[in-house]
């Protein structure tokens, strides 16, 4: 069965500083995987997806993540912090898609990020 | 841009009162889900549906029900609110093809309060 760790459930930052969020995922196969960000009081935004081209991928807002098969990790990283990037963010893995699941993604438990002053 | 919207931000019912939340998507996209997101919990998929007229449970169904009439509309029923159902209700779409599960995109939350 396919999983997804979040390593951090909260992780503070200084303004200008970088930024790193660590995922794990478990998977018998090579998978999908995403980030999403979660604003207060909003929905939750695709930041960038990885599908097997590129195993560096670059999102929205100067976010990146590399896919590491021989870890089974996709970790979020950018290089310099902004108060705006003060969110939640999820690490989504996606299953193959079969009878049982149909679309569905299994999402990690999330990872506060604080940005200081 | 693909666009999903809901109904209402922000909902004030009463414990026993029926409650609708509509989502809908302009994509055309298969697949749409709705969860409930709750501090410490994470976001809990209630139901699913990947076509008009069809569903599928979720992980945490109880209480709930859902309708999908239209392609671009799938709406979530509460039969009799409870006050444990107070949460944040997020609705999502996503296209159905492929060996995998596509991006998700979601609507902007109703924030649910039963008292």
């Known amino acids: 069965a396919q999983s997804v760790t979040q390593l951090d459930s909260h992780v503070s930052v200084s303004e200008g500083t970088p930024v790193l969020l660590r995922c794990n995922y478990s998977s018998s196969y090579s998978p999908s995987l995403f980030w999403y960000v979660q604003h207060p009081n909003k929905g939750l935004q695709l930041l960038l997806k990885y599908t097997s081209a590129a195993t560096l991928v670059k999102g929205i807002n100067g976010f990146e993540a590399e896919f590491k098969k021989s870890e089974t990790s996709f970790h979020l990283t950018k290089p310099s912090a902004h108060m705006s990037d003060a969110a939640e963010y999820f690490c989504?893995?996606?299953?193959?898609?079969?009878?049982?699941?149909?679309?569905?993604?299994?999402f990690g438990q999330g990872t506060t990020l604080q940005v200081k002053p | 841009d693909v666009k999903v919207t809901q109904s209402s931000r922000y909902l004030v019912k009463r414990t026993g009162e029926k409650v609708f939340l509509e989502c809908v998507q302009d994509m055309d996209h298969e697949n749409m889900f709705w969860y409930r997101q709750d501090p410490g919990l994470g976001l809990r998929l209630i139901y699913f549906s990947y076509d008009v007229k069809m569903k599928e449970k979720g992980d945490i169904p109880e209480g709930y029900s859902v309708s999908r009439e239209k392609k671009e509309r799938f709406s979530l029923i509460l039969e009799s609110a409870s006050t444990n159902q107070t949460s944040m209700y997020l609705c999502?779409?996503?296209?159905?093809?492929?060996?995998?599960?596509?991006?998700?995109?979601f609507g902007p939350g109703t924030r649910l309060t039963v008292t």
């Open positions: 989504v893995v996606s299953p193959l898609r079969g009878s049982s699941n149909t679309g569905k993604l299994i």
């Open positions: 999502a779409s996503s296209f159905a093809k492929g060996a995998y599960s596509y991006e998700q995109y």
